[in-house]
């Protein structure tokens, strides 16, 4: 069979802890036709040290400065030659070594790929789901409710990308995913887990900055009134949400 290519980017900056761990999860992966992109912003706490290692396995390295991540992000992009792209971001895995392999031995030649999401915190612990739960069925009105699909957990077909709107400095990327989604006529699920997502990345640093964000992206594809009626939906499944862990704790 004809396996496509699939190119992985990976963008990091000074973090030598949870680098390797990305790295060992792409250089262990089963799957044949793999590129590899890695783009570093000028680390100097010895991430370069411990990509080094991994040379072997990354087919582009460039490591310079940029403009915010989703700058390194588009860089990573515009050197990318695959049939699919995957964003695998600094202290994220993919799933298991067969992760690749168990989406692409299939015929389904979709224009989207998508799959669940562990959680996992930074002893590499997997602590859970995520709370969005992940939809049966995914088009570019699925986020209205919000990201339900992990960026970590969907494979687009190149062709159907642009680079991400520097615009936004912490929600970009659910901006890309349903310009992208738009387009696509072939989305499968492919009901299983796929990613692994450390949490406490930078969103959830500047928590307040990335929901006005993400308001601002739901009300341009979504409308004014219903992005309101959307974001009372949220509010409420947030708190029913609190008050179910709250009861779970006790």
């Not at 738009?182 to 997502?197: E, F, R, S, W």
């Not at 928590?207 to 594809?221: D, T």
Request: glycine residues 6%.
């Amino acid at each position: 069979m004809a396996y496509p290519k699939v190119s992985i980017i990976t963008i990091v900056y000074n973090n030598v802890r949870d680098i390797g761990h990305t790295l060992a999860s792409v250089d262990c992966q089963t799957y044949p036709n793999i590129e590899y992109i890695v783009i570093d912003g000028a680390s100097t706490d010895g991430t370069m040290k411990v990509i080094e290692g991994y040379r072997d396995t990354i087919n582009i390295l460039m490591s310079e400065k940029d403009k915010g991540i989703y700058d390194a992000m588009n860089k990573g992009l515009a050197l990318a030659t695959g049939d699919y792209v995957l964003f695998l971001n600094s202290g994220d895995e993919l799933y298991e070594p067969t992760t690749l392999e168990k989406i692409f031995s299939n015929d389904d030649h979709a224009d989207i790929y998508y799959g669940e999401t562990k959680l996992i915190n930074e002893e590499r612990e997997i602590i859970g789901d995520r709370r969005h739960k992940t939809p049966e069925q995914f088009d570019w009105t699925s986020f209205k409710y919000g990201m339900n699909v992990c960026h970590q957990a969907i494979y687009i077909k190149r062709s159907l990308t642009s680079p991400y709107d520097l615009q936004y400095k912490l929600s970009s990327d659910i901006d890309w995913v349903i310009r992208a989604a738009q387009k696509a006529n072939k989305i499968v699920n492919v009901k299983d887990y796929v990613a692994k997502y450390l949490v406490g990345g930078m969103s959830q640093q500047r928590h307040k900055q990335s929901l006005k964000e993400r308001y601002e992206i739901f009300k341009k594809y979504y409308g004014f009134i219903p992005n309101l009626i959307n974001h009372g939906v949220i509010a409420m499944r947030m708190m029913l949400h609190r008050l179910k862990n709250g009861k779970t704790r006790d």
